[in-house]
């Protein structure tokens, strides 16, 4: 799969993790978590190099979300179209590609090690909760989601944490981890994190 698509179907699913997240937050902050698995964050493995979505470019990656579902929607998915439609489709979905492009330009790559280690020094400390199911998962700090079933049958002597590809930081101070090492079925972490503090880090 091209790398752009790839970047496209990692940034819509997380899109729809946190929508649905948020839809159901609400109904679900009083539910019981005996599916849940505890899971401590003092076993992240540093990685060499760590990529970094800023509020910024996560604000562009929502509207780009938006524009891509509105495309999808005008022309029902692309299926069955006429030669004229089928053109513009095709026109609507190159011009989304290449600001996808412009997006993965603005995503930071971090290879300093110094800087990584201090980024997870913080994070470590944290207590998080793994869930295999996204639909029935309560929105809160240190949440644990995995958006792909096969999760559950995990060797559980193999860490789910082994491996960070991408943190999206928000304007709110909630963090997401993105982890593993396909880029199609990651595990996300949820949980909340100064992103000032993580700021200041590249200023030093």
């Known amino acids: 799969m091209d790398k752009k698509y790839l970047l496209i179907v990692l940034i819509v699913a997380v899109s729809i993790l946190v929508g649905c997240g948020n839809a159901t937050s609400s109904e679900n902050n009083n539910e019981g978590t005996n599916e ?53 489709y095709e026109a609507q979905m190159e011009a989304h590609s290449n600001k996808m492009e412009e997006l993965e330009e603005e995503i930071m790559m971090i290879d300093d090690q110094e800087i990584i280690e201090n980024i997870f020094d913080e994070i470590k400390d944290s207590e998080a909760v793994y869930n295999d199911n996204l639909d029935e998962s309560v929105i809160k700090e240190g949440q644990f989601y995995s958006l792909e079933p096969q999760y559950s049958n995990r ?40 992103y000032e503090w993580l700021e200041n880090q590249f200023s030093q």
């Open 155 to 194: 060797d559980k002597d193999e860490s789910i944490l082994e491996y960070i590809n991408l943190i999206m930081a928000f304007e709110d101070n909630t963090l997401f981890l993105i982890t593993g090492e396909e880029v199609e079925s990651p595990t996300v972490i949820k949980m909340d994190f100064d």
């Open 36 to 88: 849940q698995e505890s899971v401590e964050l003092n076993n992240l493995s540093v990685p060499e190099t760590l990529k970094i979505m800023t509020p910024e470019a996560n604000k562009k990656n929502q509207e780009l979300n938006s524009s891509l579902n509105n495309i999808m929607d005008e022309f029902d998915g692309g299926e069955n179209l006429s030669e004229a439609e089928q053109e513009e």
